[in-house]
């Protein structure tokens, strides 16, 4: 079964009432999206970028660190009535009308 982005909506709605009880602030839950982000960061600067691992920091794993950001994001557009389909796909379409030639154009992508 394929999950989409409504349902993901949902499933997280569901735990935040059933499970964690209440949601954070959207203050709060934003702090925690850019702790998240950090994090993720962190792993991407050592495994693909310059930086080396510290200790047993390698056994951390991009994708739960992807799932953590997602996760919270989700919540921050339950608490303030995004639906992420369809602001998802509202953002592709900007996205091609905008940039339909720009990266064809762009030398530093060939």
Do not use: P
């Not at 964690?20 to 850019?34: C, H, K, Q, R």
Request: glycine residues 4%.
């Amino acid at each position: 079964m394929t999950m989409t982005l409504k349902d993901a909506q949902k499933q997280v709605d569901n735990w935040i009432k059933t499970i964690g009880v209440n949601y954070f602030s959207e203050l709060t839950n934003t702090a925690i999206l850019m702790e998240e982000v950090g994090e993720l960061a962190r792993l991407m600067a050592r495994k693909y970028g310059d930086q080396s691992f510290k200790n047993k920091e390698e056994e951390k794993k991009i994708a739960d660190e992807m799932a953590d950001v997602l996760w919270i994001l989700i919540c921050l557009a339950n608490q303030t009535g995004v639906d992420l389909t369809d602001a998802f796909e509202k953002n592709i379409k900007k996205k091609t009308l905008r940039d339909k030639d720009r990266h064809k154009k762009n030398k530093k992508l060939k």
